[in-house]
């Protein structure tokens, strides 16, 4: 499987692994990570059997004649924020100013663009600079160079409201149904290795199953502290804002048509 570097956003296949769910379904899950930009590329080339990317991702190259299918969802909703300096109170005093975001063709730039329109702020009333991922975007803010970034995410959304930012919008008031990440296979790959592929959406069912069940938030927290290396604080931060807060494994790996008709509105609106 191709996918991107190891985040939060990833705590079904962390969980899957460290709790022998893979194993369980005779599967020895080792993913080939690279640049977003090759994973599906990677998959429609044939280098690997499945990907996990950013939903937009594989809608679009199957738009393009791709052949690929979502098999399975990985996170749902989407799990951002967007932070402001302090001055600023609501959405409405980002207008005239300068705001971080990473490419126009981001799916970050389309969903904020989105979403403020529909606070009635049109794109001509601020402007977006291109600055790249979360840890450019959240510099740029720190530095003071903007007036917020449009899409932040652990750690760096916790680094900002503890340096005093405020939080102008928790996206998941406004998105309820949207597959952030999902699970692709090639048609190919679809034909010789279906059982497989099977048997890996249901481990990684399991894995949204458990982390949804509070009696497992410690353990959860300590497998994503050993894997990600990141501070326990910063753990249980992080899963409490994933899990409970903004339900974003609550899907248990299904298919969500209902959010893949969203993600498609807005990608053709755009």
Do not use: C, W
Not at 9 to 29: E, M, S, T, W
Not at 98 to 104: E, H, M, V
Not at 166 to 176: A, C, F, G, P, T
Not at 196 to 205: N, Q
Request: glycine letters at 8%; a positive charge; charged letters at 20%.
């Amino acid at each position: 499987m191709s996918s991107t570097n190891i985040t939060g956003f990833d705590l079904d296949q962390i969980v899957a692994v460290a709790k022998g769910f893979f194993a369980k379904k005779n599967i020895d899950f080792e993913p080939t990570y690279m640049q977003p930009d090759l994973v599906v590329k990677a998959l429609l080339a044939g280098t690997v059997d499945m990907a996990k990317s950013g939903s937009q991702v594989g809608l679009i190259a199957a738009s393009r004649g791709g052949e690929l299918k979502v098999i399975g969802g990985s996170t749902y909703g989407y799990a951002y924020q967007v932070i402001g300096q302090p001055q600023f109170k609501t959405l409405a005093d980002l207008k005239g100013q300068k705001i971080a975001g990473a490419s126009l063709a981001s799916i970050t730039t389309t969903i904020f663009k989105d979403v403020i329109q529909h606070q009635g702020i049109p794109p001509t009333a601020y402007t977006i600079l291109s600055l790249g991922g979360s840890p450019e975007r959240f510099q740029a803010v720190a530095s003071g160079q903007v007036a917020a970034s449009l899409a932040e995410a652990p750690p760096f959304n916790f680094r900002s409201i503890d340096a005093g930012r405020k939080v102008l919008l928790n996206y998941s008031d406004e998105i309820k149904n949207l597959p952030y990440g999902s699970y692709f296979a090639s048609n190919n790959s679809l034909t010789q290795l279906r059982p497989v592929l099977r048997r890996f959406i249901r481990a990684v069912g399991h894995a949204m199953h458990g982390l949804n069940d509070p009696a497992n938030e410690n353990e959860a927290v300590r497998i994503m502290r050993e894997r990600l290396k990141i501070d326990e604080t910063i753990a249980a931060r992080t899963f409490k804002f994933m899990v409970p807060e903004n339900r974003s494994f609550r899907g248990e790996s299904l298919v969500d048509p209902v959010g893949l008709n969203e993600m498609i509105r807005l990608l053709a609106s755009d």
